[in-house]
């Protein structure tokens, strides 16, 4: 009697810690950029160029944690969480090299044209944010450190404003329903499902001496299924004996 139809866990949000400790180091990049400013841009040096490039690391770190493609019920997301780092790094380290040289940009353009990724990104938000990496790991190579702060802490404030967006697609059920009485009550079945906003389908009726009927339902969230039962089952008033619901997996799954 007790309804079966259950909710999915509730996505974690952003750890804290991953909060604060992201926007101080977007903040020491604005600070960075505003003490040395145009130095940072030109200077050059082995180290210097190291730093960038474990500033991209950790830009493509931070990102990634936001836009963290295991929480979203997937297998295997530890490739695409890596290739989004090293992507953020390869364009830092693109800039590194390519520096002020139109020849190097157009060598690198046509190195980049060559390669062919073998993975297919299912999701089209990924391969944007792969994008968005680049970018942000250009800004760092160039030594725009005020500009790839600004921008990690306005891309990442982004992908958590999408990721607590979204559209909310009623959940799909069998609703099977048993009764003793010489019909179904249909109208009573028909006036509980609507007043609890429920879309139901007929699928199966039989009739005898235990009367079935199933129905493919569309539950909204907040609807509670025990109650839907108990409001259905009506002390037995109208012959329900038994509620049973059964989730269905999304589409696609």
Known sequence: MAGLLTTSATEPSVHPRTVAGGIVFCGALVWADHVWGAATTAAQGPWLEVAK??????????????????????????????????????GALMMIIIGDSLARAFGAVGIASIVRFRTALKDPKDATVLFLLIGLGMSAG??????????????????????????EKPQEAMLEIRTTAPSVPAAHIQQVLGANHLRADPREMERGAEGRVRYH?????????????????????????????????????
């Not at 297998?75 to 780092?85: C, D, L, N, V, Y």
């Open 53 to 90: 490039l474990g500033i991209a690391a950790l830009i493509g770190g931070l990102v990634t944690s936001v836009h963290h493609p295991a929480r979203r019920g997937r297998k295997s997301t530890q490739p695409i969480a890596h290739a989004q780092i090293l992507f953020c790094v390869a």
């Open 142 to 167: 160039r030594g725009i450190l005020g500009v790839a702060g600004l921008g990690t802490l306005f891309v990442c404030g982004l992908l958590w404003v999408l990721d607590h967006v979204k559209e």
């Open 217 to 253: 339902v569309f539950v909204d969230h907040g609807v509670t299924p025990d109650d839907v039962s108990a409001q259905l089952i009506d002390g037995g008033r109208h012959g329900i004996t038994s509620v049973k619901w059964e989730m269905l997996k999304p589409r696609g799954e």
